[in-house]
């Protein structure tokens, strides 16, 4: 028997509409690349929204096709987000951190028609723009005063030009829910970028796990300003998250240094953040440093990497800010887990909460997740037995963009389960905790050390600013544990030392072989450490014998 309730696709535009009916003064605030602060409210947004979806057809594009973007998270960016996607379009936000020659490799996958750019990437563009095999506009999102005197970009459009030449009368297209709704490529640590095309479907649904009080709870009370950005896998999601809250919005632009981050929050009353650790390092560097406080920052989600147990405890003892500690991968929208506490729980021993505390959570509702061994055989939830992590759900990826291979690991019932790459254990809870990703994981002996374990006890030492542990050859264990440490400035410590800091805290055999010092650790175009690249640079390390 059929259900007889209304047949309404959920539909990205939908969020935009509600927003502006029931949130219409909630501010959207921007720090812009121009070098000031831009604010207008969800109603404002709606409308030039409406009028960049005209000025889109306007442009000759058509339902489905691609518009590169290569922005900072800004109001522009919002814009064409919900104008892009609720046209029926498709929004390819570019890292614009990646090589240029990957950049244009991953436009011409994706056959972008059009460019659009913030006013950081001008000379970007202008040493790329002819090389690009796709692209027929390339639209400076700026105002007419922004425009360069002379530029070797063929007609180069004007942003603000484009809006005000295009009426604001448009009544977004009601269309199937599972139409293609924005693409992103991952960063691609192995072999070339692959892309993830997102629907709108998946996208609503994302949003509203996400908005839960047990993922990131948001309500139209917050303010939220998400570090992530809007060009690695949709800022986690945040900017439909919060506009279908109707939380205020502020975007920091292209400063994510610690101070400009805390002048923001400060400023904007900002209640709700989110970002990789690498960031959060900044930031709380800065805070240290001058004795600041958040006088209104409350929760940040922190994931993209291991948030180390140090700073969570910084967090939360130091500045009064709970840190909810989530997992996720582009191929997932991207959020799977975040970790949130369970009834009971603040009756257990502080540490026991705190070991809690740096797992990386427990599955949203619309996630379903399982580890299994080499062979495919479901491992139990004790807490203890590692295997490949395994997940499914309408916001998983089910086949990569212009690819024909099939992702998927199907189990015996024939359900195809997406592989995240990730080993992991879970407990009786159903606390996910990662251990390492497959291809980092270090194999001594035939048994596995996880190496974000190693990770996180060094980086608790008062001295360390970030550390990598990864596989070095050695002659008799195959593998064994080598710590790459970069200091904090002006703090010393010494490999003897480091590795007396492992005692009691993991098994004998766990402990690092070596440490080596070195002045940075590579970071990736989202943050991460790139250990491939370490393990390139100390490919020749030897290891000593005793
Ligand atoms: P890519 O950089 O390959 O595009 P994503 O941004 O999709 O990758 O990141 C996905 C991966 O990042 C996960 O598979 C996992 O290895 C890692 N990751 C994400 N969040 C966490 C976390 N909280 N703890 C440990 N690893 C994490």
């Known amino acids: 028997m059929r259900g007889q309730m209304m047949d309404q696709p959920l539909l990205i535009s939908s969020l935009l509409v509600h927003a502006e009916r029931h949130h219409g003064s909630r501010e959207v605030v921007s720090r812009r690349c121009e070098g000031d602060i831009h604010r207008y409210s969800y109603r404002d947004l709606a409308q030039r929204c409406r009028q960049?979806?005209?000025?889109?057809?306007?442009?000759?594009?058509?339902?489905?096709?691609?518009?590169?973007?290569?922005?900072?998270?800004?109001?522009?960016?919002?814009?064409?987000?919900?104008?892009?996607?609720?046209?029926?379009?498709?929004?390819?936000?570019?890292?614009?951190?990646?090589?240029?020659?990957?950049?244009?490799?991953?436009?011409?996958?994706?056959?972008?028609?059009?460019?659009?750019?913030?006013?950081?990437?001008?000379?970007?563009?202008?040493?790329?723009?002819?090389?690009?095999?796709?692209v027929e506009h390339f639209v400076l999102m700026a105002d007419r005063s922004h425009m360069p005197a002379g530029t070797s970009i063929p007609n180069l459009i004007c942003y603000e030009d484009l809006i005000e030449g295009a009426s604001a009368a448009y009544d977004w297209p009601v269309f199937d829910e599972t139409t293609a709704s924005s693409l992103c490529y991952t960063s691609g640590t192995t072999g070339n970028p692959k892309g993830v095309l997102y629907q709108h479907r998946s996208t609503v649904l994302h949003a509203y796990a996400a908005a839960l009080p047990d993922a990131m709870g948001l309500s139209a009370r917050d303010v939220v300003l998400p570090v992530v950005p809007m060009f690695h896998v949709n800022a986690w999601g945040t900017p439909y998250s919060t506009v279908m809250a109707g939380a205020k919005l502020v975007f920091p632009g292209p400063a994510l240094d610690g101070r400009s981050l805390h002048d923001l929050f400060e400023a904007e009353g900002v209640?709700?953040?989110?970002?990789?650790?690498?960031?959060?390092?900044?930031?709380?560097?800065?805070?240290?440093?001058?004795?600041?406080?958040?006088s209104t920052l409350r929760r940040t989600v922190i994931g993209g990497s291991a948030c180390p147990p140090a700073m969570i405890e910084t967090f939360e003892k130091s500045y009064d800010?709970?840190?909810?500690?989530?997992?996720?991968?582009?191929?997932?929208?991207?959020?799977?887990?975040?970790?949130?506490?369970?009834?009971?729980?603040?009756?257990?021993?502080?540490?026991?909460?705190?070991?809690?505390?740096?797992?990386?959570?427990?599955?949203?509702?619309?996630?379903?997740?399982?580890?299994v061994d080499a062979e495919g055989n479901e491992l139990p939830w004790d807490g203890q037995a590692q295997g490949d992590l395994l997940v499914r759900g309408p916001w998983v990826l089910d086949r990569y963009f212009n690819r024909d291979?099939?992702?998927?690991?199907?189990?015996?019932?024939?359900?195809?389960?997406?592989?995240?790459?990730?080993?992991?254990?879970?407990?009786?809870?159903?606390?996910?905790?990662?251990?390492?990703?497959?291809?980092?994981?270090?194999?001594?002996?035939?048994?596995?050390?996880?190496?974000?374990?190693?990770?996180?006890?060094?980086?608790?030492?008062?001295?360390?600013?970030?550390?990598?542990?990864?596989?070095?050859?050695?002659p008799k264990w195959d593998e064994r544990p080598l710590l790459v440490v970069m200091k904090k400035p002006g703090r010393e410590v010494t490999r003897e030392e480091l590795l007396a800091f492992y005692e009691g805290k993991v098994a004998k055999w766990w402990v690092p072989d070596d440490v080596v010092f070195v002045d940075a650790i590579p970071l990736g175009a989202t943050g991460k450490m790139q250990k491939n690249k370490l393990r390139e640079a100390f490919r020749d390390h030897v290891l000593p014998t005793v």
């Open 52 to 134: 960049l979806a005209n000025a889109l057809a306007g442009l000759g594009l058509d339902p489905g096709d691609r518009i590169g973007t290569l922005a900072w998270n800004g109001y522009r960016h919002l814009e064409l987000y919900y104008a892009g996607s609720g046209s029926g379009r498709v929004v390819h936000t570019l890292n614009p951190r990646l090589h240029p020659d990957q950049l244009v490799w991953i436009a011409d996958d994706a056959r972008d028609r059009v460019m659009f750019f913030d006013l950081t990437f001008l000379p970007l563009i202008e040493a790329t723009a002819a090389r690009f095999a796709t």
């Open 271 to 294: 209640t709700f953040s989110a970002g990789v650790p690498t960031v959060w390092q900044g930031l709380l560097a800065h805070v240290e440093e001058h004795g600041l406080r958040f």
């Open 321 to 371: 800010v709970t840190v909810l500690h989530a997992w996720g991968m582009t191929e997932m929208s991207p959020l799977g887990t975040v970790c949130t506490m369970k009834p009971g729980a603040e009756e257990l021993p502080e540490a026991e909460r705190a070991a809690i505390k740096a797992k990386q959570g427990r599955a949203l509702y619309g996630v379903d997740m399982t580890i």
């Open 405 to 474: 291979e099939d992702p998927l690991r199907y189990d015996a019932a024939g359900r195809g389960w997406f592989p995240t790459g990730d080993v992991a254990t879970i407990d009786a809870d159903g606390f996910m905790q990662i251990t390492d990703r497959t291809k980092d994981v270090i194999k001594s002996g035939g048994e596995w050390i996880g190496s974000i374990d190693l990770e996180n006890i060094a980086m608790g030492h008062p001295s360390v600013a970030m550390a990598a542990c990864i596989a070095a050859h050695h």
